[in-house]
């Protein structure tokens, strides 16, 4: 211990005592599995059946594209970031235009108007569930007390509303990360350009669209792209909203989208094998879109400038 | 046009307040909802058509109910609702606060190491740590789920802890670098002159400049931990590791019925992200985007 001092200089230890833990953390419980799921893809490891997995090369993944429920969760997942998207994109840049407005208490409104974000999806779930309920929801007392109902609804009914639901509660739930980001795309952009806009005659609305929009093009981009994975990935949201089964049961299949599936395929029917595949997917699909985005996104930037 | 100034902008703030109503309807009236509704009284709550929005008779009932009593769970094997309650509650604790502690702990080490130090491999090792933040880990649960098994760690706090420090560290090592780096160096490096070693100008240095990077990592840290779902749904089994966010899971199978039941136990869950997204919201947000926006 004492060479082993002298060998090693006192900076050299310090690097030596700080990094250690954390490498051999990621190295363990993040790299290392992510190999092995990789290897479990490629044989048809099954909890469910007593037999060694047996290799099977890319079966797994042949067998998905060649599956029919693969493809309709797929969809549905596409479906969810189509129509989260715009609407969180709206949300976000409505509310960020009026945040970054002069005005007294601007700091409290927008305190407030993030917290959404701040709590857990879980608990989302279940708030605008328990406002959606058919029987005793807010939503139908506030709608039935002004009329705007002739008799109570039930919102999660319809297989289409599920879904719906489940894009607004998405949008409730992550809008106020594009708000930041949008309002700190807004602040960063100078006054005199609208002052040169306003000298124009350049209407309010040719303002936001020439000036504002294309200036923002790289802050869209940016919240698109965090967005489309977190959109993509959907869980915590639907468990609580529309999924069931939180008692061992059957999922409900109409909000079952890719995160659903395959926490089924793996934790439920214990189809390792497959699951593992199909986790490998997810990542290239999340991957290739991401890139895909924000190559559009900065190219149309860059035309627009 | 023939408005005065004064009356424009009188104008202008109104159409401002209006929009900032409707944002703020639309921000807050589920949580305001399911609030009320954990201090109604069952009678008033499923009134039809409701139309209070305040219970005339605010009671604590519910809150009492779910830690004190409740029936069992459907086969009346599992344990009683107060015990799940309690138990959820502290080990929301126990691992919110211990990954923030520890991942607060090792980031500043490193993120000193990384802002101020040369050293054979530090951009590969800084690789290997950031890849992590845009990869989904997903791929590395299944198999980890299967590791934690060996390793006896699954349906326990300390493997729990592990996963959220390793999962937390990317984002705190980025965050303590960059705080590190934005302190001047010149104040370290005459403590080098001085002969201070690594450690002493962490502890005494670094710490109490960086207090404020370290607040929000911790922030972060606890924040994130206290709000995931997916994680303990794979590797918690029973009410020795079970989170509250997995308890709010199971109320949902149980009370099929007892909306204000489940709104006190849904108040109880986010009650803390509640508070801290009141109180710090700055350090939060700061370090929430920072993760996202390099």
């Known amino acids: 211990m004492k060479t082993a001092n002298r060998l090693l200089s006192s900076d050299s230890r310090y690097v030596i005592v700080v990094l250690t833990p954390i490498v051999l953390l990621i190295a363990l419980f993040i790299y290392y599995p992510a190999v092995e799921t990789f290897n479990t893809s490629l044989t048809n490891r099954n909890l469910r059946i007593r037999r060694p997995p047996k290799a099977i090369g890319l079966d797994n993944y042949v067998k998905l594209v060649n599956d029919d429920e693969f493809w309709e969760v797929t969809g549905r997942s596409f479906k969810v970031v189509l129509i989260t998207l715009p609407l969180e994109m709206a949300v976000a840049f409505g509310v960020a235009m009026l945040l970054n407005q002069r005005f007294p208490g601007r700091g409290a409104v927008r305190t407030l108007a993030i917290l959404p974000w701040m709590l857990p999806g879980v608990v989302n779930g279940f708030l605008w569930g328990w406002l959606l309920n058919g029987e005793y929801g807010a939503l139908n007392g506030f709608l039935y007390q002004f009329g705007l109902i002739g008799e109570y609804q039930y919102w999660l009914r319809e297989p289409d509303h599920q879904l719906f639901w489940v894009c607004v509660v998405q949008t409730w739930t992550r809008y106020a990360f594009p708000t930041i980001i949008l309002l700190a795309g807004l602040q960063s952009i100078p006054d005199d350009l609208f002052d040169a806009g306003k000298v124009d005659g350049a209407s309010a609305w040719h303002r936001v669209r020439y000036i504002t929009f294309p200036l923002l093009l790289p802050s869209f981009g940016i919240a698109l792209v965090v967005e489309f994975i977190a959109a993509f990935q959907i869980f915590d949201v639907v468990w609580t909203l529309t999924a069931g089964g939180s008692a061992g049961g059957a999922m409900n299949p109409f909000t079952k989208t890719l995160m659903l599936y395959n926490y089924e395929l793996v934790f439920r029917d214990l189809r390792i094998g497959l699951g593992a595949a199909l986790s490998y997917i997810i990542l290239a699909m999340s991957l290739a879109v991401g890139v895909i985005f924000v190559m559009r996104v900065y190219n149309q930037g860059v035309q627009e400038q | ?294």
């Open chain 2, 1 to 294: 046009m023939n408005l005065s100034l004064r009356a424009q902008e009188r104008l202008r703030l109104g159409f401002i307040y209006v929009l900032c109503a409707i944002v703020m309807i639309w921000a807050l009236a589920p949580i305001y909802w399911v609030a009320v509704s954990s201090i109604s009284t069952r009678r008033e709550l499923y009134a039809q058509p409701y139309k209070i929005w305040f219970p005339s008779e605010p009671t604590f009932e519910s809150y009492h109910t779910i830690f004190t009593q409740g029936a069992k769970f459907r086969d009346g094997t599992f344990s009683p609702t107060a015990h799940l309650m309690s138990a959820g509650l502290r080990n929301s604790l126990v691992i919110s606060v211990a990954s923030a502690a520890v991942v607060t702990l090792l980031a500043t080490g490193a993120g000193y190491a990384f802002a101020r130090m040369e050293f054979r491999g530090k951009n590969a090792i800084f690789l290997l740590i950031m890849l992590m933040l845009p990869l989904p880990i997903w791929v590395s649960l299944i198999a980890l789920f299967f590791i934690m098994s060996r390793l006896e760690l699954v349906d326990s706090l300390l493997g729990l802890v592990l996963i959220f420090v390793t999962l937390l560290l990317p984002l705190a090592v980025w965050m303590m670098t960059t705080f590190v780096r934005d302190i001047p160096a010149e104040i370290q490096d005459a403590a080098r002159v001085d002969g201070a070693d690594r450690w002493r100008i962490l502890y005494s240095i670094v710490l109490p400049l960086a207090r404020p990077g370290l607040v929000a990592v911790f922030l972060v840290a606890m924040l994130t931990t206290w709000n995931n779902f997916l994680i303990p749904l794979i590797f918690s089994r029973t009410d020795d590791s079970q989170p509250l966010t997995i308890v709010l899971t199971l109320f949902i199978g149980q009370y099929e019925v007892a909306w204000e039941d489940m709104s006190a136990a849904a108040v109880v869950t986010m009650l803390p992200p509640f508070l801290m997204a009141l109180f710090f919201q700055r350090y939060l947000v700061r370090g929430l985007t920072m993760g996202a926006v390099k």
